[in-house]
């Protein structure tokens, strides 16, 4: 096991991190911007060094300084978190070679899941069912033509380089393929320094499921079953839920089988996350995340498996030591993420935090870095909470996400838990009854 670990982040993840750490019995080190200074994670953690000024690409993005912190800590892993440089393929490649251990999957690895038409020619060819689409990147107008009348409208046009919703165009009809592919070359070189693009049959009505996997070094790969994400503002989720109200189980069985066996052959390590669109009873693979995700708590409250230590384990070496039909689901997860916001106009809203009060109770957790006193800073995603319930059924976690919304105080700067009352309330979320589409007309009073 790890002597030390370096934790590449801030806010709740790297105290999520920082747990599992301690329960493992390994001594951790913060790096934090001086923007953070005072921030939770740097508390907590038994040593932490200063990175850089507040701006995120001089500071959690700064390879050489915390590669130069982990090293003048004797530090022997370093975990990423999400965003910032989980999924820089080069990164990980760069702990590497400096003889530290990366906490995630290979860099060949991140490279092809962060490239979209290596990751769906991948999964093709280990029969994940993907959408009806280009068989790789095509080269230009002429080849979308014949590709788009093949599939049939509407298409949609999406950069090999994006994923979370950047640079996509949606065709209609054949009079809108050409600007729409001039639009969407021209949004992915700027974007991505990359106009490679592939496209897809446009799905009008999906839902977000995405699955959870975890594998380890010797073959052994297990998913957690999957979780709900259609319910999303701007590609930004606002709520997540383990299982899917629109899946049965024998649905979950038969994809996990498949990507399991996939995986296997891959010799994929760590833990991932496949996102599929669903409709109409059909899943179509769109994307690979090679990180641990924001959303990864409601899996691990129907499952009691602690991904993050999974993450460790299975980095450090060890095998998994369970089977899939060891991996037990129980009840039903809702996740919310409070974020400092106007709950109407999305404006942010850093500042200080007077009270901090979290609920609590059975089936009732709370991963945060807040605290009474603390400054919200305005540099960084305006995630300040993630509020988690678990309950026996899905209408139970229901009733213990409104108990838990009304007893969560913030003061002092605005947040989204209005928002998250109001869809706790509403007929349809109660009903499992939304699509991809669903929120966005929720905020917009429609
Ligand atoms: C799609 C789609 C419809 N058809 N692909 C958006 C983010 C990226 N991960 C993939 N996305 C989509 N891909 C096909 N072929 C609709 C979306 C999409 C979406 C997907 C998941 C959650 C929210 C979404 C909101 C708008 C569009």
């Not at 092809?112 to 107008?141: F, Q």
């Not at 689901?329 to 500042?351: K, Y």
């Not at 995603?381 to 969560?408: N, Q, W, Y």
């Not at 700067?413 to 009352?421: G, S």
């Amino acid at each position: 096991m790890f002597g030390k670990l370096l934790i590449a982040n801030r806010g709740e993840i790297a105290l999520r991190i920082q747990r599992a750490c301690r329960e493992l019995g390994i001594p951790t080190v913060a790096v934090h911007s001086t923007a953070d200074a005072q921030a939770m994670h740097v508390r907590l953690a038994d040593e932490s060094v200063c990175i850089g000024p507040p701006s995120a690409k001089d500071s959690y993005l700064n390879v050489a300084a915390i590669l130069t912190a982990a090293s003048i800590t004797g530090a022997d892993a370093i975990h990423p978190g999400y965003g910032f440089l989980s999924e820089n393929a080069g990164f990980a490649e760069m702990v590497e070679d400096h003889g530290l251990t990366f906490i995630g999957p290979s860099a060949a690895h991140i490279r092809m899941m962060g490239d979209k038409i290596t990751a769906k020619a991948a999964m093709a060819s280990l029969g994940v069912p993907l959408v009806p689409g280009s068989p790789g990147a095509v080269a230009d107008l002429t080849e979308a033509a014949a590709v788009s009348e093949t599939i049939g409208y509407p298409v949609l046009i999406k950069a090999a380089a994006g994923g979370g919703g950047r640079g996509m165009k949606v065709a209609h009809t054949a009079d809108e393929l050409s600007e729409a592919w001039r639009v969407a070359r021209a949004e992915a070189r700027a974007a991505f320094g990359n106009d490679a693009v592939y496209i897809e049959k446009y799905l009008d009505k999906p839902r977000h499921i995405e699955l959870q996997v975890l594998a380890d070094a010797f073959g052994n790969v297990v998913h957690l079953g999957e979780r709900d994400c259609s319910l999303q503002r701007r590609h930004q989720k606002l709520l997540e839920e383990a299982g899917s109200p629109a899946l049965t189980g024998a649905e979950r069985d038969a994809l996990g089988a498949t990507v399991c066996a996939g995986l296997t052959k891959l010799g994929y390590r760590n833990a991932g996350t496949l996102e599929f669109l669903y409709q109409d009873g059909q899943f179509a693979f769109i994307e690979m995340n090679t990180r641990l995700q924001v959303e990864h708590p409601v899996t691990e409250m129907i499952t009691g498996i602690d991904i993050v230590r999974e993450q460790i384990r299975i980095a450090a070496g060890q095998p998994l030591g369970y089977t899939q039909a060891e991996v037990k689901f129980s009840g039903h997860a809702i996740e919310v993420r409070v974020t400092a916001e106007d709950p109407e106009t999305f404006a942010p809203s850093p500042g200080r935090v007077d009270v901090f009060h979290a609920p609590g109770g059975l089936g009732v957790r709370v991963d945060s870095a807040l605290y009474a006193g603390y400054v919200v800073p305005p540099h960084y995603d305006s995630m300040v909470a993630k509020l988690i319930v678990h309950g026996t059924d899905r209408p139970t976690a229901i009733a213990r996400l409104r108990r838990a919304l009304e007893e969560f105080a913030v003061v002092g700067i605005k947040t989204t838990i209005p928002l998250h009352q109001r869809i706790a309330a509403d007929p349809a979320f109660n009903a499992g009854d939304y699509d991809i589409h669903w929120l966005e007309r929720f905020v917009a009073g429609e």
